[in-house]
């Protein structure tokens, strides 16, 4: 069982920078995708970035340029990093990681427990 546990969000003022980090219980090496979603209030889920496995990271196209997403294996955690903060960046964050535990197993998606973002205009 994997458990991802975010950390680092808040408040913050629009323009200002804030950064998140996932910790997972389990080496992220090998993990198919682990990034981070978010949902603002009223609106559906959504992807912020997001490493595939062997891959570059992918962005939305709303953050390219202000988030940079990063791992580190060594501490098996994804940080995202947000600059220029909007007041549309508002949203709950979630840690995600979809893992394939062996050859023929199913795929797994993990969700963490979410940490809120608050930007103030």
């Known amino acids: 069982q994997v458990q991802l546990v975010e950390s680092g969000g808040g408040l913050v003022q629009a323009g200002g920078s804030l950064s998140l980090s996932c910790a997972s219980s389990?080496?992220?090496?090998?993990?198919?995708?682990m990034g981070w979603y978010r949902q603002a209030p009223g609106k559906t889920r959504e992807l912020v970035a997001v490493?595939?496995?062997?891959?570059?990271?992918n962005y939305a196209d709303s953050v390219k340029g202000r988030f940079t997403i990063s791992r580190d294996y060594g501490k098996n955690t994804v940080d995202l990093r947000m600059t220029s903060l909007k007041f549309e960046d508002t949203a709950h964050y979630y840690c995600?990681?979809?893992?394939?535990?062996?050859?023929?197993?199913?795929?797994?998606?993990?969700w963490g427990q979410g940490t809120l973002v608050t930007v103030s205009s």
């Open positions: 490493f595939a496995s062997g891959g570059s990271p």
């Open positions: 389990r080496n992220i090496f090998g993990f198919d995708r």
């Open positions: 995600y990681a979809k893992i394939t535990p062996c050859v023929d197993c199913r795929s797994l998606e993990v």
